[in-house]
Each structure stands twice: as structure tokens, then as C-alpha cells.
């Protein structure tokens, strides 16, 4: 069940024209060795996101945010539900249809040192996706330098490959080559988990400065509760497959409703020993509280 939480949402969420819509989402991959049963990743997923709008999908590993971010670029399979953008059934849109939406949806993967191919410039690497959307390469080199400029890397970056930079800066050439065609929805899965924290906070202010410079919206996804409140305007809570939780970002983070958010915020660490030592204590009950409950309903902790 989801605790839906409508009250105090800030007021740049509100009135903003609905851009991704997912009804009654169903994931499921087929099971593995002889008569074995589907694996149901999602279920009954609903969230929508507005434009120039963030929303945080926060939960654990294997909660199936990951999941869902892929449902919505078209790389995982949707068993039932649906899935809209600007008004349009993408569900099952083929390999076509996904091309000419890759104008409009773009993905900043995890990991900066894998998402980037080592063999190319970061140049080439920019002008890819602008090569083949049909750019010319004269038009395609001085949008890669606004690119970079956009996302405060050297105009010198266009002829040095991606083992010349460092954590930060890959992922903010990939955060550039998101950005090559224009895109109104990023997905952004735990963009910033690989990063240590004080790349992480400017990692975190460029994609709220794009933001507001664009007026793109974000899917934004990542286990870290306190990531999601810096960056995210309504925030969805994941667990074990279903939401369970959402509303305002300040609403669910400061008061959450469901056991398993509260989890999360305690999860979260502080500065003060004794009250960290509390949050510990409050925490192990939640858990404990929950296992009670999950044996009880016949589901996994």
C-alpha cells in the first residue's frame, strides 16, 4: 500500500504540465531452468513527473528503481501497466520510435568509468549522439564546445580521452552527452554514487543549475535519502519492488509515513554520537518491526 502524502508541496512542483506518466507499471523477466516461475521486478507502478520537474526514487539494492528507470528508456520489458511520454503510449515502442524519442529521453548512468568509451575523445564522444541525429560535423563541434562549457569542462577536453579526467569530470562529460540533443527527461541512476561527497555536492548543484538554465525534468534515482532531498522535488520510495511512499521531497523526508522511509532517514548518518546512537537503536526496531510483519504477510524482509 502507498502512503501518498499531498500537503506542503513546494510551490515550484505545483501546476506544472504532466511530461512521463506510468499507470499500473508490471515488470517481470522470465524465470530461469525448466517450468520456472517469472520474476516479477515491479508492480503496480504509478508516479508522474512534470516538466522541469525532479523526482527522487529512492530505495535499497534490488528494490527495483533501477528497474523502473529502465522500463521508462525502453530496456526493460513491460508486462502490463503502461508507460507515457507527452501524452504518448511508449510501452512498447520499437526500435524506430525509440530512436526519435532519444531526442527527448536521455540516461547519466552510475558508473563515469565504464559509461565512457576509453578509445574515444571526449570530442567524438559528444558529437556521437549529434552524428547520428543527422548533424553536420561543423555544427556538431560547436555544440560540443557549448557542451562543455555548459557543464564546466575545458574547450582542451575535446582532444584528451577519458582516462586523462577524473571521477567528477567523467560524469560531467556524460551529464554533457546527455545534454548534446536537447533532452526534456534525464535518467539519472545513482549518478552520483560513485563519486566521493565533496564531488558529489557539485555534481549535485551542475545538475540543479541545468536545471534551471534548460527547464529539463529528471528521473532522478539513488539509495542515499539525503541525495534525494538536496535534488529532488516530489520523492518515490521503492521497496521490494512497489512504492510505497511518496509526496513532496520535504514532506517524506522530514515526516515519513511508511516504516521502511523511516528506515532510510535513519539510515542516514549525524554528527552527534549520542543521537546517532539512537537513531541505531530506532532503526533496529523498524527492522525488526518489519520482519514481524513481512513473516506475517508471507513476503521476504
Do not use: W
Not at 78 to 106: C, N, P, Y
Not at 173 to 180: G, T
Amino acid at each position: 500500500m502507498t502512503a501518498t502524502l499531498d500537503s506542503g508541496a513546494a510551490p515550484a512542483a505545483r501546476d506544472r504540465a504532466e511530461l512521463l506518466r506510468v499507470d499500473d507499471l508490471v515488470v517481470e523477466y522470465p524465470g530461469k531452468g525448466f517450468r520456472a516461475k517469472p520474476f516479477r521486478a515491479l508492480t503496480d507502478i504509478n508516479i508522474s513527473i512534470g516538466q522541469g520537474e525532479t523526482l527522487g526514487l529512492v530505495g535499497e539494492s534490488g528494490s527495483g528503481k533501477t528497474t523502473l528507470g529502465r522500463a521508462v528508456l525502453g530496456l526493460a520489458p513491460v508486462t502490463a501497466g503502461r508507460i507515457t511520454f507527452e501524452g504518448k503510449d511508449i510501452s512498447h515502442a520499437g526500435r524506430k520510435d525509440r530512436r526519435t524519442l532519444s531526442r527527448d529521453l536521455q540516461v547519466v548512468f552510475q558508473d563515469p568509468y565504464t559509461s565512457l568509451n576509453p578509445a574515444l575523445e571526449i570530442g567524438d564522444i559528444l558529437a556521437e549522439p549529434l552524428a547520428v541525429q543527422g548533424t553536420s560535423p561543423t555544427a556538431a563541434m560547436t555544440r560540443v564546445r557549448e557542451l562543455l562549457d555548459q557543464v564546466g569542462l575545458p574547450s582542451d577536453a575535446i582532444h584528451r580521452l577519458p582516462r586523462e579526467f577524473s571521477g567528477g569530470q567523467r560524469q560531467r562529460v556524460a551529464i554533457a552527452r546527455a545534454l548534446a540533443l536537447s533532452p526534456k527527461l534525464i535518467v539519472c541512476d545513482e549518478p552520483v554514487s560513485a563519486l566521493d561527497l565533496s564531488t558529489q555536492a557539485r555534481v549535485l548543484d551542475l545538475f540543479l543549475q541545468i536545471q534551471r538554465d534548460t527547464g529539463v525534468s529528471y528521473l532522478f534515482v539513488s539509495h542515499d535519502l539525503d541525495v534525494v532531498r538536496h535534488i529532488s522535488h516530489r520523492v518515490a520510495v521503492m521497496y521490494h519492488g512497489e512504492i510505497v511512499e511518496q509526496g513532496p521531497a520535504d514532506v517524506v523526508t522530514r515526516d515519513p509515513e511508511h516504516p521502511y522511509t523511516q528506515r532510510l532517514l535513519l539510515a542516514s548518518p549525524v554528527p552527534d554520537p549520542d543521537r546517532q546512537e539512537q537513531r541505531r537503536a530506532d532503526r533496529h526496531r523498524l527492522l525488526d518491526l518489519q520482519r514481524q510483519q513481512n513473516e506475517q504477510a508471507g513476503v521476504p524482509a
